[in-house]
């Protein structure tokens, strides 16, 4: 059975930096074609963060391009989401994902499996 966890949400000041994380068991990244982050912002509809396939290539949503970056280590089976210059628009629950034939990378019916997400607040 796949899981995935994410850790590292927090609070952080307004410029602030967070690293999140997601550990997959059950199964390994490598396998998934690809994997992304995604967010939930209060009444709103979750939106794709960022994308990477097994061959690196990555996909960024405007909001976050030049601020955030994406990778993963497959030998620790593991998602990272580096980011950085925080803004309060930033707030929302992250959660990671992954999907075994994805098109289009940031929207969320693609992927197959999910974590139950990690808060992230940023307070200006």
């Known amino acids: 059975q796949v899981q995935l966890v994410e850790t590292g949400g927090g609070s952080v000041q307004a410029g602030g930096s967070l690293r999140l994380s997601c550990l997959a068991s059950?199964?390994?990244?490598?396998?998934?074609?690809?994997g992304a982050w995604f967010r939930q912002l209060p009444g709103k509809e979750r939106e794709g963060v960022a994308a990477?396939?097994?061959?690196?290539?990555?996909t960024y949503a405007e909001f976050v391009k030049g601020r955030f970056t994406i990778s993963k280590d497959n030998a620790k089976n593991t998602l990272y989401l580096q980011m950085n210059s925080l803004i309060p628009d930033d707030t929302a629950i992250y959660y990671c994902?992954?999907?075994?034939?994805?098109?289009?990378?940031?929207?969320?019916?693609?992927?197959?499996?999910w974590g139950p997400g990690t808060q992230v607040t940023v307070s200006a």
């Open positions: 059950g199964y390994t990244y490598s396998r998934f074609s690809t």
């Open positions: 994902a992954a999907g075994a034939y994805v098109a289009d990378k940031l929207a969320p019916h693609e992927y197959n499996y």
């Open positions: 990477i396939d097994n061959d690196g290539t990555t």
